[in-house]
């Protein structure tokens, strides 16, 4: 963010004033037009060329730009979650998951892979297989790709304090031919049609934005095909981790593995 920048910028410039170059400030208030002009044109030339984004620090402060808002929620100190940084171009395949979270509610973060970065929303009861059942889908901030094999309890007191679950994963892909084009359209539109290949959740599924003010409210809709099955309740039926087969409890208890490799 602007403010967290100008602060670093700040920072330096009083480390740098405090340090070697004490007669700076009597080179900078030389008036204009006096002998020490080029000298004084010469400093202020440096300034402008550390702005530019060419430096690795600016280039890492670009790469978590879109992940502000996740980072700016959560103190890494504190929670073994990752810290938010969008990673260079990756492979056409796109990767879905969903996280059993036991924070102050229960819910299911759905998390779609897009542009880099984790498109996220907290659906409350989950997902469902039934297509005539509309579930909410609460948008939430974007999530980094690398918490994509997060499972382990956050602290309580900090943002999202609880237990996480990877309750499913998988790939998805735009439904109906569509290519990254309809997935970016589509979640721009508020209707966006997907197949999830998962472990758990399979086949189309559809996320439609309501018309509500506030913070976006979404449905989390089974298309109907194959896959779909109004009889079972996927959510009760499977309990445990895909990654590590864990319950809930299994993990709250300990034990908090951080399972990058699965
Ligand atoms: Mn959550």
């Known amino acids: 963010m602007a403010t ?20 700076a400030p009597r080179t900078e208030k030389t008036p204009r037009g006096s002998g020490a ?12 060329a550390e702005a530019s984004p060419s430096s690795a620090k600016d280039v890492g402060a670009k790469r978590s730009a879109p992940l502000a808002a996740y980072n700016a929620k959560r103190d890494f100190a504190l929670t073994r979650e990752p810290a938010g940084t969008v990673p260079r171009a990756r492979g056409a395949t796109l990767h879905f998951v969903i996280q059993k979270h036991s924070a102050s509610h229960l819910h ?9 970065v984790m498109k996220s929303w907290a659906v409350p ?3 469902s297989l039934d297509p005539s ?3 909410l889908a609460m948008e939430v901030e974007d999530h980094p790709i690398s918490y994509n094999t997060f499972e ?6 900090e943002y999202g304090g609880g237990t996480v679950l990877l309750w499913d994963r998988g790939t998805y892909e735009a439904d109906e031919d569509g290519d990254i084009a309809a997935l970016r359209s589509g979640l721009e539109r508020g209707d966006l ?8 959740l399979r086949g189309a599924f559809m996320l439609r934005r309501m018309n509500r003010p506030g913070r976006a409210q979404w449905l989390l809709i089974k298309r109907d095909d194959e896959f779909a099955d109004a009889s079972r309740d996927i959510v009760a039926e499977f309990t445990t981790s895909v990654a590590s087969r864990r319950t809930m409890e299994s993990i709250a208890k300990g034990n908090n593995v951080w399972s990058s490799k699965d």
């Open 4 to 23: 967290r920048k100008s602060a670093v910028r700040s920072g330096k410039k009083g480390g740098a004033s405090k340090g070697v170059n004490r007669p």
């Open 37 to 48: 002009k080029a000298t004084v044109s010469g400093r202020k030339a440096i300034p402008k």
């Open 108 to 116: 299911f973060d759905f998390r779609l892979e897009l542009d880099g």
């Open 125 to 127: 009861k989950g997902p």
């Open 133 to 135: 059942v509309k579930r």
């Open 152 to 157: 382990g309890t956050i602290p309580q007191g």
């Open 193 to 200: 049609k997907i197949v999830l290949n998962g472990k758990r």
